[in-house]
C-alpha cells in the first residue's frame, strides 16, 4: 500500500483515561491515526471504553496519560490542553436529550435560537 501524502487529521498516541485509582484504565494507551476522509468505527462490549475514548477526542475528559494531536495541533496531553469549543469536533452524543412535547424541527430550532 502506497502512503497517503496528507498529515493526519487525528492522532492518538497511548492515550490512557482512568477514572479512579481503584479501577482499570477505561481507556489505555490507545493509538491511531486517521487521514482525511477516513472513517473509523470502534467495535467492543459494552464498557469497553468507546464513549470515553471520543469524549477524550472531543475534550470532555482529560487524560493521564497520552497525547491527543488534531489538524497536527496537540490539543490534549503533555501539558496541553485546548477547550472543547476550540477543538472543532462535533460530537452526537449516545444519552441526548430531545423535548418529547416538540417537533424534530423545533427540537433542532431550539438549540439554534441563541445563534
Ligand atoms: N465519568 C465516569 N466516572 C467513572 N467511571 C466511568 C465514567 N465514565 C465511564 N466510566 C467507566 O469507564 C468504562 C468505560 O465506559 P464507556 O462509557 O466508555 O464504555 P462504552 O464502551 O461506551 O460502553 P457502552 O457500549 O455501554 O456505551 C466503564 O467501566 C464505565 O463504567
Ligand atoms: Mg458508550
Known sequence: MISMPYPPILRLHQVTCQFSRHTQPAV???????????????????????????RLIAGFEPLQDGTVEIAEQRVSGEGAWVPPEQRGVGMVFQDYALFPHLTVRQNIEFGLSDR
Open 28 to 54: 489505555c494507551a490507545i493509538s491511531l491515526s486517521l487521514q482525511p476522509g477516513d472513517l473509523l468505527a470502534l467495535l467492543g462490549p459494552s464498557g469497553c471504553g468507546k464513549t470515553t475514548l471520543l
